[in-house]
């Protein structure tokens, strides 16, 4: 009889084990899942939080109509804390699937601490070869063929498998907008700043080079002339 109990003792607490581990295995945070575009519920200030396996942030902020962009890099600390660069904490209260409960606190300035409910955005661009490779953060190093590391021509471009288009220079423009492959060849891509766009008469970048090591466009804005951008990946660290 006691033996009884006690194998079923066992088998009970095994469950008990095997259960709690998947529950577990919910709250882990790693680059893998956390990876894509987060749209913030509610009516807070901050519209959506977005990752990349490279370990970019891009946060979309809208206060009164105008629209602000933080971006850095980000570091999970632990299984349910990521550490924002120059900006401040997200504590995972809760991670299932497709749906974060989160905290945001600041690093400095402001004491107020964001209580946050977001959703994964569905929106996925086609998973191609292609889409595999561009989609990472680049950073120039040519524009024309003249060199341009530490000039204020040096840009950070950033594409993402949600369609995010960000543009991260040292002048004062948009920035963040959106892209698409203009057809199934994948040679020319569409991108603009509009919220919505019918994709009819958007400005339009030609890959001539794509691989792990370079990213060569040529970039065609409406009314200017053609530019050519050589572009190197910045070091994804998973």
């Known amino acids: 009889m006691l033996?009884?109990?006690l194998l079923a003792s066992l088998v009970l607490l095994s469950h008990i084990s095997w259960g709690n581990n998947v529950m577990l295995s919910k709250d882990l945070v790693t680059k893998d899942n956390i990876s894509g575009k987060w749209d913030i519920a509610g009516e807070s200030e901050f519209k959506s939080i977005e990752f990349n396996e490279c370990g970019n942030y891009i946060i979309s902020?809208?206060?009164?109509?105008?629209?602000?962009?933080?971006?850095?890099?980000?570091?999970?600390?632990?299984?349910?804390?990521?550490?924002?660069?120059?900006?401040?904490?997200?504590?995972?209260?809760?991670f299932e699937g497709n749906s974060v409960d989160f905290t945001m606190k600041k690093h400095r300035g402001a004491t107020r601490v964001h209580e946050l409910f977001a959703t994964k955005n569905e929106h996925v661009i086609s998973n191609t070869i292609k889409t595999d490779l561009l989609c990472r953060t680049w950073k120039m190093l040519k524009k024309n063929g003249k060199n341009v590391l530490g000039t204020t021509d040096e840009v950070t471009l950033l594409f993402s498998k949600t369609g995010t288009y960000f543009l991260n220079s040292a002048h004062p423009a948009e920035t963040l907008g959106h892209w698409k492959w203009q057809d199934d060849l994948e040679t020319k891509i569409l991108y603009a700043y509009k919220q919505f766009s019918d994709w009819s008469n958007e400005d339009e970048i030609e890959i001539i080079e794509l691989s792990n090591t370079v990213l060569k466009i040529q970039v065609h804005i409406k009314g200017n002339q053609k530019t050519i951008y050589t572009l190197i990946p910045l070091v994804c660290a998973k």
């Open 3 to 5: 033996r009884r109990i």
């Open 61 to 94: 902020i809208k206060i009164i109509q105008q629209q602000f962009v933080l971006f850095g890099t980000y570091e999970i600390l632990n299984n349910n804390t990521i550490d924002l660069s120059d900006f401040g904490t997200l504590i995972i209260n809760k």
